[in-house]
Every structure is written in C-alpha cells, then in structure tokens.
C-alpha cells in the first residue's frame, strides 16, 4: 500500500496551529487594512486552509520518510509500515506478525457429568484474559470422545474430575505468559465447577514486530542462508518460519575455548570441523509434566530411592526435572514432590541419520542427544514393597522445546557443512531469583506487585549473551512502573548455574551477578543464558523511610 493522505483527526494540532499563524502573518502582510483577529475568515476559511495544508505537509513528510532504505533507517517512527514492508522484501526480510500465548488448562469439576466449555468463553490469570477457541464437551465415557473437542473426564485421587481445554490469549503480545500451576479462573464458571489452572507453561506470545526491529534484522535478508559464517547462520535458521521466533544464538566455532570437543586429540591442539551453536529458541524453557515408570532401587530409613531413565527421543533439549509425585497426582498442582538425589546424564547416538561427534555426556548435555537416569527419594511407607518394585510417577521436566527441529534442520545433508559438524544446544541455565523492596509513601496506593514481577522477567529473559544482570537495569526496569512517592531499594539476585557436566554453582550478588569465565567446562557468557520466572521475582512492599 502507498503512502496516503492522514485522516484529519490525526493530524498533529500543533502543526495545524502553526500553518494558522503562517497563514494569517504572509495575509496581513500583504493586506495590512484586514483585520484576522476574528470572523469568517480566520475562523473558517484561514483555519480549514491550515488543516488541509497541514495533512499536505504531513503527506510529503511521510512520503519522504519511507521513499529509501537510508530514510527508513534514519526515522523508523516516522516511515509508512506498508511501505517499508515494500521495501524490505526486496531483501528477502518479511515483518513478523504479532503471536498470542497458548497452554492447555485443567478444569477440575465435583461430577462426572458432561460438561460443556462454549467457544469464546472467557478467562482470567495474573489480571489478564484469554479465550476459549472453539467448543469442548468434557465426556464420562472414552467411547463417547470423538471430536476435536471432545474431552475425557477423569478421575483425581481426591474424588473430583478433571479434563483439559486450550485457551489462547485476548490479543498478541508478550505480557500473556501464564506458569505452570497458575489459577486460570473462567469469568463464567461451568457446572460443577472447582478450579482450574495451568496443566504447562503457556508458549509465549509475540507482539508484531516494529519498523526498528525489521531494520535489525536487514543483514540477515541479504545474507547467503548458509551454515558458513554467523550472520549467514541465524538468517538460514530464522527463514524456516518454524523457527523465526528463536530469540538469541551463541555459535562457538574454531578457535574459541568454548568448544572443547575440538581439542580431543593426542596432542591437545584444537581443529577445524566442528562447531557447537547454542540457540535459545523462546523466552523461558518450557516446564511439562510426564508420566514415568520408575524402579525401586534401595529402601531406607526415610522410605525409598526410585530411579527412572529419560530417553534422547522423550523431552529433547531438558535442564532439569523437578516435582516428582505419585501418578495419581497427574495434573494436578506441583508442590513441592519429592527430592531428586541424582541425576545422572548420558548421551544416545543411535538411529537412523547423521549424527555430531560426541565423545562424553558433557559435549553432549543440553543438546537433542542427551539422556538422564534420575534417582528420587520417596518418603511414604515402602513396608510392604521389595527393592525391584516398578511404580508410576509424573515428574515436571525443565526443558528448551524445538532443538530436535533444529538439530534436523542443520543435520540435514543439503544444509549441513561438508568439512564438519554443527551441534544444537540450548543455552547454559543459569536459574535467577531476584528479590527487592519497593518503599510506598502512607498517602500512595501500593504498586501493582505483579506488573512488576512481569516487567523484571523481561529484563532478565532478555539479556542476551551479555554473561551479566546488574542491579541497576532491575532499578529501571521496576522504576519504569512506579509512581511518585514510590522508590526501590535492596535488591537482591542469587543464581543458580547448571554446569553441562552436572555440577550447580550458587551465585549471589546485589551489584552485578556475573557468568564465571570457565571455558574449559564449556560456561562464559558466550555459552549461558539467564531464566527468571514470576515466581521467581520476590517483591516486599514496605512504609516510606522514616527521617
């Protein structure tokens, strides 16, 4: 679309009042004996002169803000969306449209009577709204469970029911990311109802991309979509619109200590052909329940370590697992389950396919190719099992979705490098909480303590490889919410670092929580990134200090 005319309403007053008062100054100047003060002409005819020249100049201004690439660059604010659309194609760069959060919610009902979701139907979490996409019939009987939307009622531990439906958000943007176990409250409850929340983290969702953005990513469109060097890099994997989302890439190639697969050798030295390419493929890992069998494996005094293993093909690209609980606590919230006491990590190189040179489970950790035999202590009564005993448990698995996508993409034979390999990993974790008091003044209402939590995640999610989070970019990001009389102090960040080969460091500092530089176990700000979720966020609200 062109450039076109502005609606009157939408022309800049001050500009209007300006054209005004050009417009009577040249007509008095030449007609001194006039009087413009008032009347028909200057109330009517000078003024609808100015507002018509002023949408002429608001044309030529606008036409000339995006008639090149070097104008658009120059103001992006002010250059027609359409038109630099027009512009940009022509380097094969295509603005991304804006995405609206998703997840899955648990419905929990106190019968077993069918129960009827209505397509549009509307609910709450964290102060925001989100729908119902189309109708969902929850059923007693599975023979019954034949539609798409067609769900299966089933039964908890405690009595009641449950069943699952999937609700989007109201509208694209990134402020609709609801945590697992959230409450996700229908504004009008069904039948029988209970409560509902979050059965996964919800994958987030996008606000369309601006004119700035677009421009940030001009040298991937003229870029060669080859694995060859790091530009051409992001823009082979960013063309696959599957993977047009993926937020930040870290490639370690020839030459940084990073890549320690490259130095097994007799001698040590380092060689060409391999390269380990970290991608962060969305804002925060996904947190998703499964079902595993575990084995009894010791009994004690406490009670009982389990162990159950996890397959390269089960959960590709997991931190960690978490909360693991009784199987007939499946869907329902986490809190707390039992603790993990080992977890140890291995690596699968079979199928079919080209497969990355791996040598150890570290090289391999976080990638698509890695496996885990996890040990848990089970405190109930285990009087009457015998060690070899096999017994289902959900557990919540920790993990960076889409590596297995991608590893295929860049394993593909028309894509990848002939001389070498190219192995995907997600990024190092390095789990943050961060905690801070906001001081309100008696007279001001108390802030809004979960935009602020919100507005710090943003920050935190969106460092990049930059290998530090400073107190004073937490000082902005909640400053930027606050209102007069309202301030921040003591701020507080503790991390918690997960080494790909299984150690976890602590870290903890109230200026500056910096990365460790230990190339040698594949961590430097070049290899981790850091995660904080709302809950993660601790806010004290507490009085104005007295003087």
């Not at 250059?79 to 094969?92: C, E, G, K, Q, T």
């Not at 009894?296 to 909360?323: A, I, N, T």
Request: hydrophobic share 45%.
């Amino acid at each position: 679309m062109a450039v076109t005319l502005r609606p009157l309403d939408r022309l800049d007053p001050q500009a209007v009042q300006a054209v005004v008062a050009e417009t009577v100054q040249r007509v008095q100047e030449d007609n001194p004996h006039l009087d413009l003060r008032r009347g028909v002409f200057a109330e009517l005819l000078v003024y609808y002169h100015a507002v018509l020249d002023a949408q002429r100049r608001a044309f030529v201004a606008d036409l000339l803000a995006s008639r090149s690439l070097q104008a658009v660059a120059a103001r992006p604010d002010l250059a027609d969306p359409d038109v630099v659309d027009d512009i940009l194609s022509n380097f094969r760069v295509t603005r991304r449209p804006g995405r609206k959060a998703a997840g899955e919610v648990t419905v929990v009902v106190s019968d077993d009577v069918t129960v009827t979701v209505p397509q549009g139907s509307v609910w709450e979490a964290r102060g925001r709204r989100y729908v119902a996409p189309r109708v969902y019939t929850a059923k007693a009987e599975r023979a019954q469970v034949v539609g798409p939307g067609d769900r299966l009622l089933t039964p908890r531990s405690d009595g009641r029911w449950s069943f699952t439906i999937t609700v989007e958000a109201a509208e694209p943007g990134e402020g609709y990311a609801v945590p697992k176990d959230a409450l996700v409250v229908p504004l009008s409850p069904p039948p029988n109802y209970v409560t509902s929340y979050a059965a996964a983290d919800f994958t987030p969702g996008r606000a369309p991309e601006t004119t700035a953005d677009l421009l940030g990513r001009l040298r991937e469109g003229v870029a060669a979509r080859a694995l060859s060097n790091r530009v051409n890099m992001v823009a082979a994997l960013r063309s696959v619109p599957a993977f047009a989302g993926v937020s930040s890439v870290s490639i370690i190639g020839h030459g940084d200590p990073e890549l320690v697969r490259a130095r097994r050798s007799v001698l040590g030295l380092a060689f060409g052909g391999r390269c380990d390419w970290y991608v962060r493929t969305q804002e925060l890992p996904l947190r998703q329940e499964l079902t595993v069998r575990a084995v009894l494996v010791e009994k004690g005094p406490r009670g009982g370590v389990w162990q159950f293993g996890v397959g390269r093909d089960v959960v590709p690209g997991f931190y960690e697992f978490r909360d693991v609980r009784p199987a007939d606590q499946a869907g329902r919230p986490a809190a707390g389950g039992y603790e993990v006491v080992a977890d140890a990590r291995g690596f699968d190189l079979t199928g079919d396919g080209w497969v990355p040179d791996l040598a150890d489970p570290a090289e391999a950790a976080y990638s698509p190719f890695s496996t885990a035999v996890v040990r848990f202590l089970d405190t109930s009564d285990h009087s009457g099992l015998a060690v070899g005993a096999v017994r289902p448990y959900v557990v919540t698995a920790v993990v960076m979705p889409q590596l297995a996508d991608v590893q295929a993409f860049v394993s593909s034979r028309d894509v990848r490098p002939y001389g070498g390999d190219v192995l995907v990993r997600a990024p190092v974790p390095c789990f943050l909480t961060v905690r801070f008091t906001v001081h309100c003044r008696p007279d001001r209402p108390a802030p809004d303590v979960d935009r602020l939590r919100l507005a710090v995640c943003r920050l935190v999610n969106s460092v990049g490889f930059a290998g530090a989070v400073y107190a004073s970019q937490v000082h902005d990001a909640v400053y930027a919410h606050l209102e007069d009389g309202q301030t921040v102090s003591s701020v507080d960040m503790v991390g918690r670092l997960r080494y790909p080969g299984g150690a976890v460091v602590r870290l903890r500092d109230a200026e500056v929580l910096a990365v460790p530089d230990d190339p040698a176990a594949m961590v430097s700000p070049r290899t981790v990134q850091f995660f904080c979720w709302p809950e993660d966020v601790g806010v004290t609200v507490a009085a104005w200090p007295s003087v």
